[in-house]
C-alpha cells in the first residue's frame, strides 16, 4: 500500500519568514496530493491540492509542487503570519482507494 | 450549503462496550469515508461507502464496521471496545469514487475516550 513520509515533525519560523513542508510518497499510482490544517480540536481543513497532471499550484501565500518522478511534494508558505500555526498534514491518493496521511508538522510561527 | 456533520461530539465508553457514530456528508456529496486519528497522528483510513456498499478498507480489524443509508449519511460502529480504540473519528465527504484521487471535506470528528 500507499506510504507517505513527511519532515519536518516540528518547524519553528519568525512571522514573515517562509515555510517548507516536504512529503514523499512510495506508490507511482498516486495522483492526487492535498494539504491539510488542523488546528488543536479542530477538523483537517484542506488548503490546497494538486493533481499528478499539473507541477505546481499557488494560492496566495500558499503553494504546492510536485515532482513525480521523484515521487516527492512540498508546501510553501510565504509571509507566515501567527495564525498560521497548526499542525499540517500531507496526503496522497489513487483514486478508487483513498487518502494516506503523513504523520504531521507542527508548525510555529512566533510573532 | 451544510458542511460534514458528525455526532455525537464527545464519547465516553468502558472497554467491551459498543459504540455507533453518526455522519451526513456535504450537500452533493455520495461518498463517505471514516478515518481514526490518534493523538499527535495522521488519520488512518478506516473504510469508505459508496452507494451503500463498503467499497474500501484499511488496516482495522472486524470490530469495526460501518453502514451507509440511501440518503448518503454514515454509520461507524465499534464492537468489543479496547482502550487503544480511543481516539478522533473523522468522517470526510467526497464525491462519486473514480480513477483519480478526490477532494475529502472531513466533519469536525466525534473524539471518543475508552476507558
Known amino acids: 500500500g500507499e506510504n507517505v513520509e513527511q519532515h519536518p515533525s516540528t518547524l519553528s519560523v519568525q512571522e514573515g519568514d517562509s515555510a517548507v513542508i516536504k512529503c514523499t510518497y512510495s506508490?507511482?499510482?498516486?495522483?492526487?496530493f492535498p494539504w491539510y490544517k488542523q488546528e488543536l480540536g479542530k477538523r483537517p481543513q484542506l488548503i490546497i491540492d494538486?493533481?499528478?497532471?499539473?507541477g505546481e499550484k499557488k494560492d496566495q501565500r500558499i503553494a504546492v509542487t510536485l515532482n513525480k518522478t521523484a515521487k516527492h511534494f512540498s508546501l510553501h508558505i510565504t509571509e507566515t503570519q501567527p495564525e498560521d500555526s497548526a499542525v499540517y498534514f500531507c496526503?496522497?491518493?489513487?483514486?478508487?482507494?483513498?487518502?494516506?496521511f503523513g504523520k504531521g508538522t507542527m508548525l510555529l510561527v512566533s510573532p | 450549503d451544510a458542511g460534514v456533520t458528525q455526532s455525537p461530539t464527545h464519547l465516553i465508553k468502558t472497554r467491551g462496550q459498543q459504540v455507533t457514530l453518526r455522519c451526513s456528508p456535504k450537500?452533493?456529496?455520495?461518498?463517505v469515508s471514516w478515518y481514526q486519528q490518534a493523538l499527535g497522528q495522521g488519520p488512518q483510513f478506516i473504510f469508505q461507502?459508496?452507494?451503500?456498499?463498503?467499497?474500501q478498507r484499511g488496516n482495522f480489524p472486524d470490530r469495526f464496521s460501518g453502514h451507509q443509508f440511501p440518503n448518503y449519511s454514515s454509520e461507524l460502529n465499534v464492537n468489543a471496545l479496547l482502550l487503544g480504540d480511543s481516539a478522533l473519528y473523522l468522517c470526510?465527504?467526497?464525491?462519486?469514487?473514480?480513477?483519480?484521487?478526490?477532494?475529502?471535506?472531513f466533519g469536525p470528528g466525534t473524539r471518543l475516550l475508552v476507558l
Open positions: 470526510a465527504s467526497s464525491f462519486r469514487p473514480g480513477t483519480v484521487g478526490k477532494t475529502q471535506y
Open positions: 506508490d507511482s499510482a498516486s495522483n492526487y
Open positions: 494538486i493533481r499528478s497532471n499539473v
Open positions: 496526503a496522497a491518493s489513487s483514486g478508487y482507494s483513498t487518502l494516506t
Open positions: 450537500s452533493g456529496h455520495d461518498t
Open positions: 461507502y459508496y452507494e451503500e456498499e463498503e467499497r
